[in-house]
């Protein structure tokens, strides 16, 4: 059984640039997490999508946003990019909603802003 | 609110030696616990949790954790570690199964 797989795996953007990244989830799952990793702020949880909606949502600002699609794919975008932004984005996927249920990370895409 | 600590951020250990990595948490209500390790390059693999029953937890490649409530910790142990446990290793925390909170990490490194 495939993975989760998380494209592109690297990005180079520049400030006030957006930017939309995608995570695949394994199949028949129907949850995806989106979590920020920087070696300031660590491990970050952005947002929960399940069946198309979105369940839960981190403390980050409206800059970032996602959506989920019928197939379980789901994207992120990022606009008006800041240099902050630059982090490690992992999506993570889970047959239900919740952290309860074993939650199954990609490998990230690395963003950079410049 | 929840939060997680994890008291070491490094730990150099020889190959064959014990290892614990010590995690405490804060929060009010009940919660449920996790330890997960990111080896480099690539995403988290859970290791094991703990929801509830048994404090003393097994997880997968010989770790165990203990629950102890009156602590407020959730101690990851391996008896006898192996190069390839070298890796980061995260303990994470959530009252309400909405989300997860980690802590800071801390980087296992295994020497022979």
């Known amino acids: 059984k495939a993975g989760v797989t998380q494209t592109p795996r690297y990005l180079i953007k520049t400030r006030g640039q957006q930017v939309t990244l995608s995570c695949s989830p394994i199949s028949g799952h129907r949850s995806v997490s989106w979590y920020q990793q920087t070696p300031g702020q660590g491990l970050q949880f952005l947002f929960e999508y399940f069946s198309e909606t979105q369940r839960n949502k981190g403390n980050f600002p409206g800059r970032f946003s996602g959506r989920q699609f019928s197939n379980s794919r789901s994207e992120m975008n990022v606009s008006t990019l800041e240099l902050g932004d630059s982090a490690l984005y992992l999506c993570?996927?889970?047959?239900?909603?919740?952290?309860?249920?074993?939650?199954?990370f990609g490998p990230g895409t690395r963003l950079t802003v410049l | 609110a929840q939060s997680v600590t994890q008291l070491d951020s490094q730990v150099p250990v020889f190959e064959e030696a014990p290892v614990e990595l010590r995690c405490n948490y804060s929060s009010s209500v009940s919660v449920y616990l996790f330890w997960y390790v990111q080896y480099p390059n690539q995403g988290l693999q859970l290791l094991l949790k703990y929801l509830s029953g048994s404090t003393l937890v097994k997880g997968i490649n010989g770790f165990e954790a203990e629950f102890n409530k009156s602590q407020t910790s959730f101690h990851l142990r391996k008896p006898s570690v192996h190069i390839s446990d070298t890796a980061e290793y995260f303990c994470a925390v959530s009252e309400d199964d909405y989300k997860l909170s980690f802590g800071a990490g801390t980087t296992v490194t295994v020497r022979a």
């Open positions: 993570a996927s889970s047959l239900a909603a919740g952290v309860l249920n074993e939650q199954f």
